[in-house]
């Protein structure tokens, strides 16, 4: 019988408990936190070689609901921000499709955190397509110290998500609220917490 893992609860300094609040979690040798962004798949649809960029407005689409995407980017110990992350962002377009070929890379776009580990990006509210939510992909590209996250964002209030199975872990740190910001342009922020790795 294959034995069970544990995962072991260590011991930090006091000084960053009382801060954060947080749980340190180490599982062979690998570090997460009790705030670490949950996974999401991947899908079919990403395209490596994006292009950098943070405004995802193409001609010919009216209809949906433009969207200012913020948030931060965040270390193991759910508070230190971290800059330069190589962030990849994917959607489908107003059709509902996902542009797999032509080299205007639709709906997707290569983005990088600032120095306070903050990034934002504009686009619109993507609609469902296959009896899924409305959902942005990210993959959070890895570095020396952290670990590579693939997840998925979700809208509150979206009346596909509550009777979805797609949505894998639901984490409703992931469904998020769209709020009118002070341009009056809907906006939503979220933010990721990445884990260590070994
Ligand atoms: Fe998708």
Redesign the pocket.
């Known amino acids: 019988m294959r034995r069970r893992k544990f995962n072991k609860i260590i011991g930090i300094s006091a000084y960053v408990v009382s801060v954060s609040g947080f749980r340190l979690i180490e599982e062979n040798g690998v570090y997460t936190t009790s705030c670490a962004s949950s996974r999401d798949m991947m899908?079919p649809?990403y395209r490596k070689g994006a292009p950098i960029r943070n405004d995802f407005s193409y001609a010919g689409n009216k209809d949906e609901v433009p969207l200012r995407v913020k948030g931060k980017i965040v270390g193991v110990d759910c508070n230190k921000p971290l800059p330069n992350i190589e962030i990849d962002i994917w959607?489908?377009d107003h059709n509902k499709d996902?542009d797999m070929n032509s080299d205007e890379f639709k709906c997707r776009g290569k983005l990088y955190s600032d120095h306070k580990g903050e990034y934002m990006f504009k686009t619109f509210i993507p609609p469902p397509y296959g009896g899924?939510p409305k959902?942005i992909?990210y993959l959070i590209h890895g570095t020396e110290e952290y670990q590579e996250l693939v997840t998925?964002v979700y809208f509150k209030g979206d009346e596909i998500l509550d009777n979805n199975y797609w949505v894998y872990p639901r984490d409703e740190r992931r469904i998020i609220e769209v709020f009118r910001n002070d341009e009056g342009m809907a906006e939503i922020n979220f933010n990721l917490y990445l884990s260590q790795k070994s």
């Open positions: 899908g649809y959607h489908c996902y899924r959902h992909h998925q």
